[in-house]
C-alpha cells in the first residue's frame, strides 16, 4: 500500500507558478513510477508529467513541455511538480498517482490505467 497527499495548489494569475507537492506514505520501494495527473469536469483524467524512479525516465504531455519539471526527493519520499507559465487552460484538479509494479516508458508513465494508488487532489486555478 502506498499512501498520497498532496499540496500546493491554489489561485495565480496567467504567467504565474505554482509547486505541487506529494507525500508518498507505506510501501514506497526504490524502483516505483510516480505522475501527476489533471481532470477537468467532464474530460478525461489526463497525464501531465510521470517520473520512473529508479531509471530517471520521464513523461511530459506536450501541453506543458517546456512550462512544467518533475522531480523527487527520495529522502522526503516526495514528489513535486513545478509549474511556470501557468495558463488559463491548466486550470483544474491535479492528483498524484503512484505504483510500484510499472513499465518505463512513456506509454505506461501517462497512463492512469497504470497506477493503483493516488491522492485527493490539489486544486489549481489560473485566472486571466
Known amino acids: 500500500q502506498v499512501q498520497l497527499v498532496e499540496s500546493g495548489g491554489g489561485s495565480v494569475q496567467a504567467g504565474g507558478s505554482l509547486r505541487l507537492s506529494c507525500a508518498a506514505a507505506?510501501?514506497?520501494?526504490?524502483?516505483?513510477?510516480m505522475a501527476w495527473f489533471r481532470q477537468a469536469s467532464g474530460k478525461e483524467r489526463e497525464g501531465v508529467a510521470a517520473i520512473y524512479i529508479g531509471g530517471g525516465n520521464t513523461y511530459y504531455a506536450d501541453s506543458v513541455k517546456g512550462r512544467f519539471t518533475i522531480s523527487q526527493d527520495n529522502a522526503k519520499n516526495t514528489l513535486y511538480l513545478q509549474m511556470n507559465s501557468l495558463k488559463p487552460e491548466d486550470t483544474t484538479m491535479y492528483y498524484c498517482?503512484?505504483?510500484?509494479?510499472?513499465?518505463?516508458?512513456?506509454?505506461?508513465?501517462?497512463?492512469?490505467?497504470?497506477?493503483?494508488?493516488w491522492g485527493q487532489g490539489t486544486q489549481v486555478t489560473v485566472s486571466s
Open positions: 507505506g510501501y514506497t520501494p526504490s524502483s516505483i513510477c
Open positions: 498517482a503512484a505504483d510500484y509494479t510499472c513499465f518505463s516508458g512513456s506509454w505506461s508513465l501517462r497512463d492512469p490505467v497504470t497506477y493503483r494508488y
